[in-house]
C-alpha cells in the first residue's frame, strides 16, 4: 500500500508539479491549497506525512501544524518555505518538524527525506538487530567484526556503529545528520569531517565485495546500495 502524503501548497502551479512527482514515485497524494483546507483534509483522512508551506492565505503552516500535531502528534511533518531567517527555522523545530526545506530545493533529495522520516518507526524495530548478511559481508555489530569474503576485520567503536548504521538503512537514504546525532552526539564541522574519514575508511574495507557501494546523496546523508 502506497504511503498518503498530505501536502499543502498555496502555489497551485508548483504544488501539482511536487504532487505529480510525489505520485510517480508511488505516493498517494492529497493537495490542498490553503491551510484551512488543509486541516479539513487532516480531520477527514488518514496520512503517513504532511508537508506544509509556511506562507500561506487563511491558514499559515505554523499554525496548521500546530492544529495537526494537536489532532496527531505523531505525524511527520516538513515544512517548505521560500524564507531562510533562523527564526522560522528554529519555531518550526520547536512545533515538532522532522524537517525543514529551504525553496527553491532539489525534488530527489526532498524524496529521499520523506523516505528516511517514513523509514525511521521501521528502523527502531530494527535497532536490536546485530547480526548482518548483505550481498557478499557479514557484520556482527555485537562483536564488531566484518567479513568480506574470506577477509575479516576487526571495527572500531565509530566504524561499527556507522555500519549498523548504513545496513539498518541499506539501499535508503541514511542521513547525515542522524548519524552525527547518534554517533558523535554533536553536529558541527569536526563532527562532520570526522564522520567522511570513516566513510572513507568504510568503504576501503568493502571495496572487494563489488556489490555494495557506499554512495553520497547531495551532501547530506548516504545511501548503502546493495547492487545484487
Not at 498517494?28 to 477527514?44: M, R, S
Request: charged share 35%; with cysteine.
Amino acid at each position: 500500500m502506497s504511503n498518503r502524503i498530505l501536502l499543502v501548497e498555496d502555489d497551485q502551479s508548483f504544488g501539482a508539479v511536487l504532487k505529480d512527482y510525489l505520485t510517480i514515485n508511488n505516493f498517494e497524494v492529497t493537495l490542498a491549497v490553503d491551510g484551512e483546507q488543509g486541516l479539513k483534509e487532516f480531520t477527514e483522512n488518514e496520512f503517513d506525512i504532511c508537508i506544509f508551506d509556511v506562507m500561506m492565505p487563511k491558514k499559515d503552516g505554523f499554525s496548521l501544524a500546530e492544529d495537526v500535531k494537536k489532532i496527531d502528534k505523531n505525524t511527520p511533518i516538513i515544512f517548505l518555505t521560500a524564507r531562510n531567517m533562523r527564526e522560522d527555522i528554529l519555531k518550526g523545530y520547536q512545533l515538532g518538524a522532522d524537517d525543514y526545506i529551504t525553496k527553491p530545493f532539489d525534488t530527489e533529495l526532498l524524496l529521499y527525506k520523506i523516505k528516511a522520516i517514513l523509514q525511521r518507526s521501521s528502523t527502531l524495530e530494527n535497532e536490536e538487530q546485530e547480526q548482518f548478511k548483505i550481498s557478499n559481508i557479514f557484520f556482527d555489530s555485537m562483536l564488531r567484526q566484518l567479513r568480506v569474503g574470506d577477509k575479516e576485520y576487526k571495527l572500531s567503536p565509530k566504524e561499527n556503529e556507522l555500519l549498523k548504521l548504513l545496513c539498518i538503512h541499506r539501499n535508503d537514504f541514511m542521513p547525515r545528520d542522524l548519524a552525527l546525532r547518534k554517533i558523535w552526539k554533536k553536529e558541527n564541522y569536526f563532527t562532520a569531517r570526522s564522520m567522511d574519514v570513516y566513510i572513507a575508511k568504510l568503504r576501503k574495507l568493502l571495496k572487494d565485495d563489488e556489490g555494495l557501494e557506499i554512495i553520497n546523496v547531495h551532501g547530506e546523508g548516504f545511501r548503502l546500495l546493495v547492487k545484487n
